[in-house]
């Protein structure tokens, strides 16, 4: 019963080695497609094939079509390399370059958030939309900087439990009663 014992757990133990080679795999998989995902957005931005993508992104699935009907190997690989990519939730704004590290958001602190550049200003910008709320774009404009960083601290904003969105369908930004006790009376 002994030696029965101890191939069970050599079997536990040689699957649980298993699940974490197979984790390890598959990350580094979706590594190499988000890479290789950004290579092809670089490629259509240097050609400046871009635009029409920006402006319908189901072309991308068009492509995918097309390319497994008539080079099927080649067609996989855009639909794997897509997958991939789509866990990062591509922009057409951001060319739909992704992150290549998956990482968990963590939340910055209110704090530590208050004493950045630009965030009272964005909460001031939003409080003074009102109900209508603020999109990303319209953000950018009145408070003059990059894409990016406007994204990063309404996403610590929200958060923070400072904004939320509006009801509507488009990605609008409104300001909690919460936010607004932050900002100066």
């Known amino acids: 019963m002994d030696s ?3 191939d069970s757990e050599r079997i536990n133990h040689a699957y649980a080695e298993a699940q974490g080679g197979l984790s390890g ?5 979706g590594k ?11 490629l259509l931005v240097s050609i400046n094939a871009m635009d029409p993508f920006r402006r ?11 390319l497994l009907a008539v080079v099927l190997p080649i067609g996989v690989a855009w639909v794997v390399v897509a997958l991939f990519a789509l866990q990062n939730e591509p922009l057409a704004e951001e060319d739909f370059i992704v992150e290549i590290e998956t990482a968990p958001k963590v939340m910055t602190p209110w704090d530590a958030l208050a004493r950045q ?3 009272m200003m964005m909460l001031q910008r939003i409080a003074s939309a009102g ?7 319209e953000l950018q404009a009145a408070v003059g900087t990059e894409h990016a960083r406007v994204r990063r601290i309404a996403g610590d904003l929200l958060l923070n439990g400072k904004i939320a969105f509006t009801d509507g369908r488009d990605k609008r930004y409104r300001i909690t009663d919460e936010g607004r006790a932050c900002l100066p009376a």
């Not at 109900?131 to 774009?137: I, L, T």
């Open 56 to 66: 319908h992104p189901w072309l991308f699935v068009g492509v995918g079509a097309i």
């Open 4 to 6: 029965k014992q101890r």
């Open 117 to 119: 550049p630009d965030v």
């Open 32 to 42: 190499v497609c988000r890479m290789l995902w950004n290579a092809q957005m670089r």
């Open 131 to 137: 109900d209508v709320g603020m999109s990303v774009q």
């Open 25 to 29: 795999i598959v990350s580094a998989a």
